[in-house]
Structures are given as C-alpha cells and as structure tokens.
C-alpha cells in the first residue's frame, strides 16, 4: 500500500477553483497568482501544525497537528494575473493583461507600477523588477525600445542578472540585451525557456521532444547543441543547481540529460506516471527534482533515480506551478484547476541519501 502523500500529512493544502499561472517565496512566505487576478499567501508551517521530530532513539516521527489557517487572498488585477516574482523582503510583483505591474506586500496592501506601453499575453519579470512584455509577435521592454520577433511569442525569461532577455516564438528565439539582439535557431516549435544560473547557458524545450541548448559565454556566437528526447514535446525544463543536468517534462518519467556527456541520450528518472510529466523543477542545492504530472500528482527524485518520493496524489488537474523556496526547505505547487498547496520538506527527511550538489 502507498504511503500517504507528504503534503496531506505535514503540509497544507486549499482548493479554490481558479487556475494557479504562477508562484514565488519570499523567504517563508508562498505566493500564488490566479488566473482570475487574485493574489493569495500562504506559509507551509503554521502555530500548531503537523512537524517532523526526531526520535530520541534515531529516525523521525511525524506529529499531527491543527489544519492549516484560511488563506490570505487579494484581487490584485482586474485583467488576470500572467506572472509573479517575489521581491525579497517586500512582498511580489504580479503582471497582468494591461500589462501593468503590481505590487503586492505581504500583508496584502497593494500598489501599482508605471504600466508598459502595451498590454500583454506573455509578461516576465527580471530581478530588480524590469517587466516585459509580448503580444503577438510584438516585445515591450519598460526601459528600452520595443522590437518584433519573427513569428507569434511563446514565452518570456530574463536570464537571472536581469540584463538579457530570451524571446521563444513559433519559429526560434530571440535573444535580447540593451546592447544587442541576435536570433537563435531552433528545429521545431518553442514551448519552454530556461537559464543555468550562472546565465552561461539557456536551453529551449522544443515541440518535438528534442531541446535545443546555447552557451553564451564564449564570444559573439552562441555555441548551439540540440539534445535529442523521446518525442513528447517538452512544455518545462530546468538545470540542475551545478549546470550538469537538464532535467524535462512530457514523458512519462522525467527525462534528465547529462550535459557532461554531450550527445548522450537522456536518462529516465523517477517512477512511470499514468500520464505525462508537466512541470518540472530542481531543487536549488541538492540532487532531487520536483516533478508534476498531467493528473496533479507530484513526486521528488533524483537523476537517475529508479524510485520517487509521494508529495500528492492525483486530482485537480494538470500541475501548472511547482517552486522552491531560495532555501529548498518548502515548496509550492498549483494546478489549473485551481488547488494549491504548500509543504515543508527539512534537511532532516533527506539526509544522508540526497545529497548537496557543488555550485
């Protein structure tokens, strides 16, 4: 018999019925954009809550406690919320259809930005708060010139300085700085972005199940690499925390590549899921990934891992959102039908079979 999922006994989790588009952490504090504009706040440990102590004999024991508090919750924007990032220390800044940027502080009071000229399908938002936006095939940039991209825009990601900008549209990617652009050549449709984070390095998740990798830090032409899949297309990507792995969505298993080996296929990870991986997201200094499926269940494993922890089961559909906190002991996760969830997850339930990654 299954063990019971981690976030029904040591965490908390709300149904609300609208789509969960996004999430952050500032420091403890879980934020959550909806679909419908609402912001809503939630903490994964709370007075009187479930906690994992140690015994006095060795090993952990769980000790239930009280149901997580109601949720905090604000209207935010009245167009729908497209993005949110956590600005450290003062609450997050959620970016909408007007293309309007809002502030919104952890208690919830709210003030807004200087709008971007246009409004927006797609929205970004770089460290220190520069907002982007895209309609169409038209990019806005708050501090900078707009420009248009070849085909319709399919996603937006500043790397993590904030000083570039990665343009994935139907037909390739555009890479935009205040000093240059320079168009980046794909073999089928975008679907996903996502930077190293040491911003030497962006891969693009592509259509055919394939992703497409750059690196940026050897002069003026970027040195390409496709990374061949198993042929689902790959909606969500992310690299390990020291740049030697890539981890994606679309397969049944995670599919993880060993950018060390390059050329090398991928490497299945975790348990076979009853449908497809969704999202997927690394945990920011040790070896486990995050991943959600199609049918909202998450599970943690590591790179080529055989086996997987249970964070949820199944049910309100396909996991839109999964993020760690900065520090890696909690995380959040969202489905587009609208639950959301927050979990602790303490150094303690790992050690000593995960281990740090080198940064």
Not at 38 to 63: C, D, I, K, M, Q
Not at 209 to 230: H, K, Q
């Amino acid at each position: 018999m299954r063990p019971q999922p981690l976030l029904d006994v040591l965490g908390g989790g709300w149904s609300l019925g609208v789509p969960v588009v996004a999430a952050d952490w500032d420091a403890d504090l879980a934020g959550f954009a909806l679909r419908d504009g609402s912001v809503v706040l939630a903490r994964a440990e709370w007075e009187g809550g479930p906690v994992l102590a140690a015994r006095p004999a060795g090993g952990l024991e769980l000790r239930p406690g009280e149901p997580p508090p109601p949720l905090a919750r604000e209207a935010a924007r009245p167009d729908g919320c497209l993005t949110l990032r956590a600005s450290q220390g003062h609450g997050f800044l959620c970016g909408g259809g007007s293309g309007i940027l809002a502030r919104v502080g952890t208690d919830l009071n709210q003030t807004t930005a200087e709008p971007p000229a246009a409004k927006a399908e797609h929205f970004a938002i770089a460290a220190g708060g520069r907002p982007a936006t895209a309609l169409g095939n038209r990019v806005e940039i708050s501090d900078a010139p707009g420009f248009d991209v070849p085909a319709r825009v399919v996603a937006l990601l500043f790397d993590p300085a904030g000083k570039r900008l990665a343009v994935a549209d139907e037909a390739g990617v555009t890479l935009w700085s205040a000093e240059d652009r320079c168009r980046l050549e794909t073999s089928a449709r975008p679907c996903a972005l996502a930077w190293m984070s040491d911003g030497t390095h962006l891969a693009c998740g592509l259509e055919n199940g394939a992703a497409r990798l750059w690196r940026l830090d050897r002069g003026d032409s970027p040195a390409a690499m496709t990374l061949d899949g198993d042929g689902a297309a790959v909606r969500s990507l992310a690299f390990s925390p020291d740049g030697r792995y890539l981890a994606a969505s679309g397969g049944a298993r995670v599919l993880c590549w060993d950018l060390n080996t390059p050329g090398g296929p991928p490497t299945p990870c975790g348990i076979t899921a009853r449908v497809p991986i969704a999202v997927v997201a690394w945990h920011p200094s040790r070896a486990m990934i995050a991943a959600g499926t199609g049918n909202g269940a998450v599970m943690l494993t590591e790179p080529a891992g055989r086996d997987a922890l249970h964070v949820r089961g199944e049910g309100g559909g396909a996991v839109s959102v999964l993020a760690w906190s900065a520090d890696g002991g909690r995380l959040a996760i969202g489905t587009d039908g609208g639950d959301l969830g927050v979990l602790p997850l303490p150094d303690a339930l790992f050690r000593p079979k995960t281990q740090e990654m080198p940064q």
